[in-house]
C-alpha cells in the first residue's frame, strides 16, 4: 500500500484528505508571549519576507497545512492534522507541539492555484529557512532539495504547475544534536543552556512570478573610500543592469552591463551610525532589448568598519573611521510561543526596539540566524550585529584563560564540507544588510576546527567586516580581527592581545525569577540570582563600572548576557515572555550610554 501511495505521488495523481475540522489554537499550556493572540491563523506573519529585494506579486503560502509525523521509508497517505506554518512542530504556535524523532520524517502538505495574471511568467517557490533537510514535490514531481536550516532557498516550479489546483509536498528530515549539521542550542532533551528542537518549516514560504531574465540577489557594498555604493545584480547575463538611489533629496541613476557591477556615486554622503541610522533608497532594474523586463526595490547604507591605533596604541573598533564602543547584549531570539519564529512581525522589532531603549548600540545574534525583517529592523532602528556562526558537531576541548595549546578537534570530510557550505550560505545571504560589522565562526570551541583557515577564508570573503575568530576561547594568536574573552557573573580581562581588538564577548548573567513568567516553575537557573529589579539593576551597574574602567586598558566592546530569559535561563534583562522587565530602565540606559561614550 505504501508502495502505492508512493507511485501515486510520483505520478502527480494526489488525493484530498479529509481531516475533521478543529479550530487551530496553541498546544500546551506553557507561558506565550503577548503576541500569540494576536497570530491570524489564516494568514501568520502577512509581510513580505525579503525587505533587501521586493517585487509587487508575490503570494504568501503561510497557515494551516496537513501534516504528517513518519517513519523513515514511509510516505505520505493520510495526514495526522492540521500544522500552522511557518511555526516548528515542536512550538506551541505550530498548534501541534510535539518532537520528531531521527527515525522519523515530518510531511507537510497543501494546495493552492496560481492567479491568472502570472501567465506566461516563471513562478518560484520561496522557503525562509527549513530546518534541516527539505525535500519538496509539486503535483507529485520532484522540484527540489535542501539541506541547511537558517538560510533561505527557491525552487523554479512553473515546469510541474497545472491549471487550477496545486499540490506542494514537503519532507523534512532534522538529526538535531544526533549528527553534525550546525544547529545552535537546539537538542532532544532540553537543559541548562540548551533548548527545544526545532524541526521544519520555521520561515515564511511563498510564491513569486518573474520573468525569463531576472535578478536572483542583490550583493550590495557601501564604499566609503571610493564615495560610491557598489552592486552586483546577481543571476542576469543579458541586457542593462540600471539602479536608481535616492536619498536627502538627490536622485542618482547609472546602469552598468548585466553580469558586472554598478558604481552608483555618493558625494557627501549621509552615513549610517547607531544614532542615525540613514537608509538610502534604492530600485534595480533589468532592461532587456530596451525594456524594463525585471525590477526590485530595495535600501542600503553608506558605513564602514573598521579598526585603529588609539593614542595610547591600543586598537579600537571604528564606524565610518571613528572610534567606537559596542555594546550590547547577547540575543539567543528564542520564544516561548514560537521557540525559532517571533509570534508576529511587531514581535520581532519588538526585542530590537528594547535593545535600542536600553541604551545599547549592539547586538550579539548568537549561535542563530534570523529572518530577514530581524535585519531589516536593525537596520532601520540602529542596532549594530555580530553575527554568529550557528554551532554544530559540538565536539572538542575548550580553553579560554590562556592562549590555545590543545589539538584541535578533527571532523569528518562530511562535517566539515556541511561547516562550509553553511557559513558561506550565511555570509551570503547576510552580506547586503548594513547593520552587521562583525562575523563570529566559532563560540567556546564547540565544534571549532581548523580555525586559522577558516578565519583567514572569512575575511577574504568579505574583507568589509571584521572577524570575531573564535568568542570566548581556544584563542590562536592573530587569527582574525578581535581577541574575545568570556566571564560570569563579573567583567574580567585575563587576556590582551597588542595586534587585535580586545573585547568582552560575554559577561553577566544576572538572574531574577519572576513567578508566572517562568517556563519551569520548579526549575530555574542564572549565574547569580536576585529577588528584586532594584538588585539586579544595583549589580548590572556595578558590573558595568567595573567594565568601564577596563576600557582604559583596551576593551573596544562588550556583550551582556542576555536580552530574556530562555527557558531554564532566568538572567534575562526581560522575562522569556516579555511581559516583565527585571530591571530599572531609566538606570540601566544612564548606564549603558555612558559606557558606549567612553572612547569619545
Not at 375 to 384: E, F, K, S, V
Not at 395 to 415: D, I, K, L, M
Not at 470 to 491: E, K, R, V
Not at 541 to 567: C, H, N, P, W
Request: glycine residues 10%.
Amino acid at each position: 500500500m505504501k508502495k502505492l501511495a508512493f507511485l501515486l505521488l510520483i505520478l502527480g495523481i494526489t488525493c484530498t484528505f479529509s481531516v475533521s475540522a478543529q479550530p487551530w489554537q496553541p498546544a500546551g499550556d506553557r507561558i506565550r508571549t503577548p503576541w500569540a493572540d494576536q497570530v491570524n491563523p489564516a494568514a501568520p506573519l502577512p509581510e513580505y519576507p525579503r525587505p533587501l529585494m521586493q517585487r509587487t506579486e508575490w503570494m504568501n503560502l503561510n497557515g494551516l497545512w496537513d501534516y504528517a509525523v513518519l517513519p523513515n521509508g514511509s510516505f505520505l497517505e493520510k495526514p495526522d492534522g492540521k500544522i500552522l506554518v511557518p511555526y516548528c512542530i515542536e512550538s506551541s504556535l505550530s498548534g501541534v507541539g510535539r518532537t520528531v524523532g531521527t527515525d522519523e520524517n515530518l510531511w507537510y502538505q497543501r494546495h493552492f492555484s496560481i492567479p491568472k495574471g502570472w501567465k506566461g511568467q516563471r513562478v518560484l517557490l520561496h522557503f525562509g529557512a527549513v530546518d534541516w533537510k527539505a525535500d519538496i514535490w509539486v503535483n507529485g514531481v520532484k522540484a527540489g532539495s535542501h539541506t541547511g536550516g537558517y538560510t533561505p532557498f527557491s525552487l523554479d516550479i512553473t515546469d510541474a504547475l497545472q491549471a487550477g489546483d496545486n499540490t506542494l509536498t514537503v519532507k523534512v528530515w532534522d538529526g538535531t544534536d544526533t549528527g553534525f549539521q550546525p544547529r545552535g542550542k537546539q537538542v532532544r532533551k532540553p537543559s541548562g543552556i540548551w533548548y527545544t528542537s526545532v524541526t521544519g518549516i520555521w520561515q515564511t514560504v511563498w510564491l513569486e512570478p518573474v520573468p525569463e531574465q531576472h535578478i536572483a540577489n542583490l550583493r550590495i557594498t557601501p564604499d566609503l573610500d571610493g564615495g560610491c555604493i557598489r552592486i552586483q545584480a546577481e543571476g542576469v547575463s543579458n541586457g542593462i543592469v540600471q539602479a536608481r538611489l535616492s536619498g536627502d533629496g538627490k536622485v542618482t541613476v547609472t546602469g552598468a552591463l548585466a553580469g558586472t557591477e554598478i558604481e552608483i556615486p555618493v558625494p557627501d554622503a549621509h552615513l549610517w551610525t547607531p544614532d542615525d541610522p540613514f537608509l538610502y533608497d534604492l530600485e534595480v532594474s533589468l532592461l532587456v532589448g530596451g525594456k524594463v523586463a525585471d525590477r526590485v526595490k530595495s535600501y542600503c547604507a553608506m558605513r564602514k568598519v573598521g579598526v585603529m591605533a588609539d593614542k595610547d596604541g591600543l586598537l579600537r573598533m571604528t564606524l565610518n573611521g571613528k572610534p567606537i564602543f559596542m555594546y550590547g547584549p547577547l540575543d539567543q531570539g528564542w520564544w516561548p510561543d514560537g521557540l525559532y519564529t517571533a509570534p508576529t512581525d511587531e514581535a520581532l522589532a519588538f526585542d530590537v526596539q528594547k535593545t535600542k531603549d536600553w541604551g545599547f548600540n549592539l547586538i550579539r545574534k548568537h549561535v542563530k540566524v534570523e529572518p530577514a525583517r530581524w535585519y531589516y529592523h536593525c537596520d532601520r532602528l540602529g542596532l549594530l550585529v555580530w553575527q554568529d556562526m550557528p554551532s554544530g558537531d559540538l565536539h572538542g576541548s575548550w580553553q579560554n584563560t590562556r592562549w590555545y595549546q590543545g589539538t584541535e578537534f578533527v571532523r569528518s570530510a562530511e562535517s566539515e564540507a556541511c561547516y562550509r557550505k553553511e557559513w558561506r550560505e550565511i555570509m551570503d545571504y547576510l552580506y547586503s544588510y548594513p547593520s552587521i560589522v562583525a562575523w563570529v565562526p566559532f563560540n567556546e570551541g564547540w565544534g571549532q576546527f581548523k580555525t586559522v583557515e577558516i578565519t583567514t577564508w572569512t575575511k577574504q570573503y568579505d574583507p568589509s567586516r571584521l572577524v570575531n575568530s573564535a568568542s570566548g576561547g581556544n584563542h590562536f594568536l592573530g587569527a582574525g580581527d578581535i581577541l574575545d574573552l568570556h566571564n560570569y557573573p563579573q567583567p574580567d580581562m585575563y587576556l590582551t592581545d597588542a595586534k587585535r581588538v580586545n573585547v568582552l564577548g560575554e559577561y553577566g548573567g544576572i538572574g531574577m525569577p519572576v513567578e508566572g513568567h517562568l517556563w519551569t516553575p520548579d526549575r530555574n537557573w542564572g549565574y547569580i540570582k536576585f529577588a528584586s529589579p532594584k538588585e539586579v539593576t544595583d549589580e548590572y551597574v556595578k558590573y558595568a563600572l567595573q567594565l568601564q574602567a577596563m576600557i582604559a586598558r583596551g576593551f573596544s566592546a562588550a556583550i551582556y548576557t542576555q536580552t530574556t530569559d530562555v527557558e531554564i535561563e532566568v538572567n534575562g534583562l526581560m522575562t522569556y515572555d516579555r511581559k516583565v522587565d527585571k530591571v530599572d530602565i531609566p538606570r540601566i540606559r544612564e548606564i549603558n550610554q555612558q559606557v558606549i561614550h567612553s572612547l569619545q
